[in-house]
């Protein structure tokens, strides 16, 4: 729990991102996994649709130095840019009753945007996954 409390302190907008992207992979979990079209489906998908929308604007002000980037930004910004067009279009696309096309979308947003950018944010090289790292080893040790 130190690692929190520092990293809340010394980096609170990466703590906010990482606290929503996780929040939003849980909810993402618990929302596939469900029964769809109630009103709990819908009510549990605009909660979603928040942590990511709060992800995605943290990520964009995010900057990295570690790795191949412009001004900061780094291939990984790709899933910011991804997210920001496909989740006003997956509830755009529930709200003209397109129920085949959010569903795509939706899933696509949970894998590239949860699950794929977890996996690159906790590598080893990246900050979140070096932290990581470093508490696995402190444990171990």
């Given at each position: 729990?130190?690692?929190?409390?520092?990293?809340?302190?010394?980096?609170?907008?990466?703590?906010?991102?990482?606290?929503?992207?996780?929040?939003?992979?849980?909810?993402?979990?618990?929302?596939?996994?469900?029964?769809?079209?109630?009103f709990?489906?819908?009510l549990?998908?605009w909660a979603?649709?928040?942590?990511?929308?709060a992800?995605?604007?943290?990520?964009?002000?995010?900057?990295?130095?570690?790795m191949?980037?412009?001004?900061?930004?780094?291939?990984?910004?790709?899933f910011?840019?991804t997210?920001?067009?496909?989740?006003p279009r997956?509830?755009?696309?529930?709200?003209?009753?397109?129920?085949?096309?959010h569903?795509?979308?939706?899933?696509?947003?949970?894998?590239?945007g949860?699950?794929?950018?977890?996996?690159?944010?906790?590598?080893?090289?990246?900050?979140l996954?070096?932290l990581?790292?470093?508490q696995?080893?402190?444990?171990?040790?």
């Open positions: 729990m130190h690692a929190f409390a520092t990293l809340l302190k010394d980096h609170p907008l990466v703590f906010f991102h990482l606290v929503t992207a996780a929040g939003a992979l849980v909810l993402g979990i618990v929302i596939l996994t469900r029964r769809k079209g109630t709990d489906h819908r549990l998908g979603w649709a928040g942590l990511m929308g992800t995605t604007l943290a990520s964009a002000c995010l900057r990295s130095t570690t191949p980037n412009i001004d900061g930004i780094t291939p990984i910004h790709l910011t840019a997210v920001a067009v496909l989740l997956a509830i755009w696309q529930a709200r003209q009753g397109n129920i085949v096309g569903r795509k979308t939706m899933k696509g947003l949970f894998i590239g949860c699950v794929l950018a977890g996996v690159f944010t906790l590598l080893p090289s990246r900050f996954g070096g990581l790292l470093q696995v080893q402190a444990v171990m040790a």
